[in-house]
């Protein structure tokens, strides 16, 4: 297989992860280089190619750069034989109208609210604010509560038709990355369809490859 890219990342970044799903389904290979460093972001070649100096980054083999984690999975889904179940295809406006709320949604309404409660209590990057940390955990039951009634109650496997889309991909790396430390044993109870279809998804070959074992917490973490 000749290769199809690199993605520049730190290792286990759940954006990359999701791409990396994608790009095995659609029989690219893109390789994330273990060696990278974060220091590179800020270094002119790399700015050159992604001026927000931020990662993940994608490098095509054929000289495409493209920053920012949902397009990057978006273009590795439009770039093989799975680009119409995964995008859903060029006359089906309805169902790619569909699996595009589900990207938003995954980017506008999980990530912002998994990730304060990793960078300000697992990472502590930033101070520390209840206030952040409540609301984010409180939009967070929210949405998965959503995602609960997208899937009647776990009756669904899929959140787009009968079989897996980029709505389940995007929607499951935050949220297997949140189980780790933030939707704890309480915060699953309130949504247990919800938690039925990611524990569906995560069994998939698919997520397996490339997730692997999904930790799951008892608690959420606590402040530092
Ligand atoms: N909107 C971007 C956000 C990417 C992002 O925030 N990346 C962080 C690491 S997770 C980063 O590169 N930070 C370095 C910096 O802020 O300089 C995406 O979804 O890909």
Known sequence: MAPFGKIYSYPGNFRVQRAQVVAAMNGLEVEVPADFQMEATKKPDFLAKFPMGK?????????????????????????????????GGPGELQKRARITEWICFAETELNPQVLPAFVMCVLKYMPYSEAAYNNAANNLERALKRIDQAVDAGAKKFLVGDELTMA?????????????????????????????????????????????????????????
């Open 55 to 87: 990662i993940p980054a994608f490098e095509g083999a054929d000289g495409f750069c493209i920053a920012e984690g949902a397009a990057i999975a978006m273009y590795l889904a439009g770039s093989g034989p799975k680009a119409a179940q995964l995008l």
């Open 168 to 224: 389940d991909i995007m929607v499951a790396g935050p949220l297997f990355f949140g189980q780790g430390f933030l939707i704890d044993e309480k915060m699953r109870a309130a949504a247990p369809g919800a938690i039925k279809y990611l524990d569906g998804l995560a069994a998939m070959p698919e997520f397996q490859s490339v997730f692997g074992e999904i930790k799951k917490c008892e608690t959420r973490v606590a402040a530092p």
